[in-house]
Nanobody, 121 residues
Framework: QVQLVQSGGGFVQAGGSLRLSCEASGNILSVNTISWYRQALNKRELVAAITSGGDTNYADSVKGRFTVSRDNAKKTAYLQMNSLKPEDTGIYYC????????????????WGQGTQVTVSS
């Protein structure tokens, strides 16, 4: 069974750092683009994304503070969050747009379980 398993998150003071992980588990071959979303105030917005080739993009609100990366051998993506602000508080989800399970079997639009990030002032 294909799963996106998230870890990390927690409670930090403003200015602190957290590192989130998103591992694609199961017997799979590869994962395409991994995106990180933040849900707060009943709104889910794209925070960062990284393609299979390593190209990245970020929301303006996190540029210079967050870094998205991936380890294809481990089938894991990371979101390093530095200089955290209270407005970064929310539930963070990772998403895989395409997972290659076998050479002719593809799964699309898979989501992690989400993890809470709370930044206090």
């Amino acid at each position: 069974q294909v799963q996106l398993v998230q870890s990390g998150g927690g409670f930090v003071q403003a200015g602190g750092s957290l590192r989130l992980s998103c591992e694609a588990s199961g017997n799979i071959l590869s994962v395409n683009t991994i995106s990180w979303y933040r849900q707060a105030l009943n709104k889910r917005e794209l925070v960062a994304a990284i393609t299979s080739g390593g190209d990245t993009n970020y929301a303006d609100s996190v540029k210079g503070r967050f870094t998205v990366s991936r380890d294809n051998a481990k089938k894991t993506a990371y979101l390093q969050m530095n200089s955290l602000k209270p407005e970064d508080t929310g539930i963070y989800y990772c998403n895989a747009d395409r997972i290659l399970i076998t050479t002719d079997q593809v799964a699309v639009d898979y989501w992690g379980q989400g993890t809470q990030v709370t930044v206090s002032s």
